[in-house]
């Protein structure tokens, strides 16, 4: 495999499920990154770590909270979400944090009923 | 903190014409710059980076410039096709490679 994978690609849920989402990077990378993307707004990014080390949490509400075991693996363990957290979910990975091209997997579609 | 405006939120062209979208941001300390396509319900697809040093990047029918001074960031497809139509997002990152992005414009070419 190559790029980076996300799973699952559609997840419903209820507000007090909790369920996580997983991204897998097969390019090397040291930097991963958390981005939400909402009907009608501009990325917003959530989350980044850099060589397994968080290294910034934009101000995201903890019913998120991410996980970074290695450099190829990110999660996003989600509960009791509410209905506006509906979005697309897509993980991204660079080189390391301060050099190069973001590349990005397929996305996530979330849905909090 | 940087703002990235993309304008048009949508253009509509007929098939074979060369067009340009248009990328602005607010702050000139900027890193670098990248051009990405996304299709509904998908992720993003790096299309074009260009460094902070750097004036202009070329791939295929695509032509992405850079004036930092302006805040100004171009995007030129020639000879659009049916298969270009999607969302052209505009990111800009700062020196921690954070990326901020415009809200994309809607391309549709006509065949």
């Known amino acids: 495999e190559t790029g980076v994978t996300q799973t699952p690609r559609h997840l419903v849920m209820g507000m007090t499920n909790k369920k996580s989402l997983k991204c897998e990077q097969h390019l090397g990378h040291n930097a991963m990154y958390w981005y939400k993307q909402s009907a009608k707004k501009p990325l917003e990014l959530m989350f980044v770590y850099n060589f397994k080390e968080q290294t910034e949490n934009n101000s995201v509400p903890s019913r998120f909270s991410p996980e970074c075991p290695n450099s190829s693996h990110l999660f996003l363990h989600l509960h009791t979400l509410q209905p506006e957290d509906s979005a697309l979910y897509l993980c991204?990975?660079?080189?390391?944090?301060?050099?190069?091209?973001?590349?990005f997997g397929e996305g996530s579609r979330l849905t909090v009923l | 903190k940087q703002e990235v405006t993309q304008i048009p939120a949508a253009l509509s062209v007929p098939e074979g014409e060369n067009l340009v979208l248009n990328c602005s941001f607010t702050?000139?300390?900027?890193?670098?710059l990248q051009w990405f396509r996304q299709d509904p319900g998908k992720g993003l697809t790096s299309l074009l980076l260009i460094q902070s040093s750097q004036r202009e990047q070329t791939s295929g029918r695509l032509n992405a410039s850079l004036d930092k001074s302006s805040g100004r960031s171009t995007l030129y497809i020639a000879a659009s096709q049916p298969g270009d139509s999607a969302t052209y997002l505009c990111a800009v990152g700062d020196n921690n490679n954070d990326m901020r992005f415009g809200a994309g414009t809607r391309l549709t070419v006509k065949p």
């Open positions: 991204a990975s660079s080189q390391e944090r301060r050099n190069g091209e973001l590349f």
């Open positions: 702050d000139s300390a900027i890193y670098n």
